[in-house]
């Protein structure tokens, strides 16, 4: 029995202190609540910003993912770029063996065109060893050469004057021949009176009706191509200050033109003479033949105008 006493005393004594303790915590909680008011306000605030966040949150991973998809041809680009450097190092690989053997060939080649050069090199020394004589014998070889050539400059030398002396004897033989043909053409003989009439026959026939547009020049004709007198003969004999008569001169008629022989040349007559000349102008005027603008032509001193065209000839 005592101890059941004791028992409920002591769970009245529980019960007791639980009331004490229960205002007690209450009375706790409120003043908590009164320390801490901001932590009251801030549970609607931070239930507010919880939406925030999470949109933020959603901001930032669609930014992210945008980011990502342009990033994606960048890394594509650089997986590209990657690729492309690990073909062309495996293509150098390949070709290293290939450009090793390239220029272990183009070696061997240049070497071989090197001991080609220096053949030729020496080729060439040991050909201009054997062409080069030695000096004694160079000496002798340009002596033997010297004296052949002044041989041969004498003998030359010899050849022209003969040569020299022969033509000079001809050319006298020559003018001795012309000396005398023209001592025989200078020699005059009395003319009959049928060889008058001939030779007046004949330069009659020959007079130029119109003078102008009878004659011709020299030029006109296609020039000079007869016989030419030599410029001695001609100073001696022939030009303005030389004249001299037809009317006793050799005189015949060749190819129907009258033609006369003075100092040992033939003087044919190609132009018609003017027919302002005298009837008798061959037997009393005093003509002379001179060269002017590539030709002979023969001239009258009473009318030194006029040039008749004249041939020479032997």
């Known amino acids: 029995m005592r101890i059941i006493r004791i028992t409920s005393t002591a769970f009245l004594s529980s019960l007791l202190l639980l009331g004490i303790a229960a205002p007690a915590s209450a009375q706790g909680q409120q003043d908590e609540r009164k320390d801490h008011p901001e932590q009251q306000q801030s549970k609607p605030e931070q239930q507010r910003a919880q939406p925030q966040q999470q949109r933020q949150n959603q901001n930032n991973q669609q930014q992210r ?25 495996q293509q150098q690989q390949r070709a290293q063996p290939q450009q090793q053997q390239q220029r272990q060939d183009q070696n061997r080649a240049q070497q071989q065109q090197q001991r080609q050069n220096q053949n030729n090199q020496q080729q060439r020394a040991q050909q201009q060893q054997r062409a080069q004589p030695q000096p004694q014998q160079q000496r002798q070889d340009q002596n033997q050469q010297q004296q052949r050539a002044q ?43 049928e060889q008058h009439r001939v030779e007046q026959s004949a330069w009659q026939e020959h007079r130029s009706q119109r003078w102008d547009s009878d004659h011709r020049t020299w030029q006109q004709r296609g020039g000079y191509r007869g016989y030419r ?23 015949e008629v060749v190819g129907g033109y009258p033609r006369f022989q003075y100092e040992g040349y033939w003087i044919s007559a190609l132009d018609p003479w003017p027919e302002y ?26 009318y030194p105008n006029a040039g008749v065209a004249i041939s020479i000839s032997f």
């Open 151 to 193: 041989q041969q400059q004498q003998r030359q030398h010899q050849n022209n004057q003969q040569q020299r002396a022969q033509q000079q004897q001809g050319r006298d033989q020559n003018r001795q021949g012309q000396y005398a043909q023209q001592q025989r053409g200078n020699e005059r003989s009395p003319r009959t009176q």
């Open 65 to 89: 993912a945008q980011q990502q998809q342009r990033a994606q041809p960048q890394q594509q680009q650089q997986r590209q770029n990657q690729n492309n450097q690990q073909q062309r190092a």
């Open 229 to 251: 007198i030599p410029d001695d003969r001609y100073r001696g004999y022939f030009g303005e200050n030389h004249g001299f008569r037809i009317y006793d001169l050799p005189f």
């Open 277 to 302: 000349w005298g009837n008798d102008w061959y037997d009393n005027d005093d003509v002379y033949v001179a060269y002017v603008d590539n030709g002979y032509y023969m001239y009258n001193r009473r």
